[in-house]
Structure formats: C-alpha cells, structure tokens
C-alpha cells in the first residue's frame, strides 16, 4: 500500500529553527509537496520537489532524497504565524496525489 | 472573492437528508477535485474530474455522488447523509497542463450529520 508518515506535532521557539520530516512509500514518484494548513483554513502551496536536493524559498526550504524516500521541510527565523499544520503529499505513478496526516506546529514565544 | 468558492461554508443536518455542497472557480482551470478532512487522517479524494464530461471516483467515493455542470462548477452530493459523514469538505482545483499537480483549494464546507 501507500504509505506517508510525518510526525503528529512538533514545538518550537519562536526565533529558531524547525525541521519537520516526511518518509514515503508510493506507488511510482512524480514529485513531492509541501502544503501549510492553519486551523480551520484551506491548505495553501508551499514547495514543490522532484528532483533531489534542496529548494529555497525564503524562509522556508524543503529537501528530497528520491533513493531514501524522504523530505523534510525546514523552517528559519520562526514567527508566531508559522504555528500551523504542515502537510506533505506525494504525487505518484498516476498522478494521484497521496497525503500525510499532517504535522501540526507549535510555536512558543 | 476567492478563486475558488464553496457554498454552504457550514451545514448541520440530520441522518437521512440530501445534501449538496457546491463549488465554482475562476481560475480557469480544467481539473478539480472534492477531498474530505478528518481529524488524525490526511485528506482523502472522494471524486474528481478532468474536463466537463470526465468524472472519476478516489479512494472513498461511496454514499458519495458529483455533478461537473460546467467547467467552472462542481458539486458534491450525499444522497442520504449518515454521522460519519461528519467532516470539513474541501473542493480544490488544478491546471492540467502544468501537471505539477498543485492544488487550489476553497476554504471548505464544515459538515455536521447528527
């Protein structure tokens, strides 16, 4: 079957610095996103991945390893707003996307 | 005004009753998509559509039905709502032609089946 793990919630400080992890088993693979969901609201477009490697946009940059099936989502400079769901989802042999659970963030001043 | 818009934003309703959740765009994209949300799960697709004759069930399309009645509309219909039908209901779209698969999405239909 088709498998995306993220981890339930993570917490962090204001100001620092937070990797949020995504492992997946999936039928083919064309291409892994990043989606940032605050409570309540619609998910919105983070970053896209597929090919290995790092993208930065910003604040916020997102990593792939197609062999380790793996990427995490990496956050600067937290700020109160950040406090949100991070939602990873993969794209895969026919287009369907699959999605995580989510990892829901918490920020503290 | 959202690029995508859902209507009703709220419904509580009772076992048994039809209900239609109702979506239009404006982004002019071909492809759109109604995902379900649960506490704990990821979302999961009920149904989507390619163009206006193009109609295909997701992972959880039963007690489910859609309607595409224009390239810019697509409803969601329960034709007799039960409880765990409970959930916030997301339509979403997607240019096909990029085929990145980045979804748009509206801002949801809270849903309540008592």
């Known amino acids: 079957g088709q498998n995306i793990d993220q981890p339930t919630e993570m917490t962090a400080t204001e100001g620092a610095i937070v990797q949020i992890n995504c492992t997946y088993q999936t039928s083919g693979f064309n291409g892994l996103f990043w989606y940032q969901q605050h409570a309540g609201e619609a998910p919105t477009f983070l970053s896209y991945?597929?090919l290995d490697g790092l993208e930065e946009k910003g604040r916020f940059s997102s990593f792939l390893s197609r062999s380790k099936g793996y990427s995490y989502l990496l956050l600067k400079e937290l700020q109160m707003k950040d406090s949100a769901s991070y939602l990873c989802?993969?794209?895969?042999?026919?287009?369907?996307?699959?999605w995580g659970a989510g990892t829901k963030l918490i920020i503290k001043p | 005004d959202a690029d995508v818009t859902q209507t009703p934003r709220n419904r509580i309703t009772k076992t048994g009753k039809r209900i239609m959740l109702e979506c239009s765009q404006t982004k002019g994209h071909d492809r759109m998509y109604w995902y379900r949300q649960d506490p704990g799960l990821g979302l999961r697709l009920i149904y989507y559509s390619f163009d206006v004759k193009d109609i295909n069930k997701g992972e959880i399309s039963d007690g489910y039905s859609v309607s595409r009645q224009a390239q810019a509309k697509f409803s969601l219909s329960l034709e007799s709502a039960i409880p765990n039908q409970t959930a916030l209901y997301f339509c979403a779209t997607s240019d096909g032609r990029r085929d990145t698969g980045e979804l748009f999405f509206g801002e949801g239909s809270r849903l309540t089946v008592l």
């Open positions: 991945n597929v």
């Open positions: 989802a993969v794209l895969d042999s026919n287009y369907q996307l699959i």
